[in-house]
């Protein structure tokens, strides 16, 4: 059973266009989150949400917009993309929101700006 | 701000050598720590965490961690890595309030056979 999956896993495309990364998580969890793991490796989070609502909004361009339609799914659209943005997108959820659960990571979203 | 460090950035080790990464963290009050790691390829998997209690922790695989607050740290440890060892390991650090995991830059291990 999947716990949490992204869809595409991998996206290749150009500067300037839209595009979107679908995230789901299985697990009955509250709370769902977004990180970036630049080529460097180093992992940072951007965006999370509780029961659909936004709580943690780091320094993230506002081409970036999540979306969460339920609290089992939270997906990203990225506008205008740059090359900036390549990068592997980590999709992760845990049970609620406070400091007290672990997270669980999805497999990743590798996305390639040309 | 939180912050973490991570001061091994590369580890090569052969097959049955002990390990240990190092993880300093600042943040002055009550943390949660953990280490995930990351094989080739895969998404970042639980090894284990602390929250509260023993200092000791252990986990998956044989890895455990020792909390230290006095120094601020939490060392990943095994005393015989495998080949199949060969990693991204990543300390990570989330405090009281909205849980928002901080992590340090990685260490890549590799263990040679």
């Known amino acids: 059973d999947t716990a949490v999956s992204q869809t595409p896993k991998y996206l290749v495309t150009q500067m300037g266009n839209d595009k979107s990364i679908k995230c789901e998580q299985n697990l009955g969890h509250d709370t769902m989150y977004w990180y970036k793991q630049d080529s460097k490796k180093f992992l940072k989070i951007m965006f999370s949400?509780?029961?659909?609502?936004?709580?943690i909004n780091e320094t993230v361009p506002n081409r970036f917009s999540p979306k969460s339609p339920d609290k089992a799914h939270l997906n990203l659209h990225i506008n205008s993309l740059e090359l900036g943005d390549s990068a592997v997108y980590f999709c992760?959820?845990?049970?609620?929101?406070?400091?007290?659960?672990?997270?669980?990571f999805g497999p990743g979203t590798r996305l390639t700006v040309t | 701000a939180q912050s973490v460090s991570q001061h091994n950035h590369h580890v090569i080790l052969s097959e049955a050598a002990s390990l240990e990464l190092g993880c300093n963290y600042s943040?002055?009050?009550?943390?949660?720590l953990f280490w995930y790691v990351q094989y080739p390829g895969q998404h970042l998997q639980l090894l284990l965490k602390y929250f509260s209690g023993d200092p000791l922790v252990k986990g998956i695989k044989g890895f455990e961690a020792e909390f230290i607050k006095s120094k601020f740290s939490f060392n990943l440890r095994k005393p015989s890595v495998q080949w199949s060892d060969t990693a991204e390991y990543f300390c990570a650090v989330s405090n009281t309030g909205f849980q928002k995991l901080v992590f340090g830059t990685g260490t890549r291990l590799l263990v040679s056979p």
């Open positions: 992760a959820s845990s049970p609620a929101q406070t400091r007290s659960y672990e997270q669980y």
């Open positions: 949400y509780n029961n659909k609502e936004l709580i």
């Open positions: 943040y002055g009050g009550t943390v949660n």
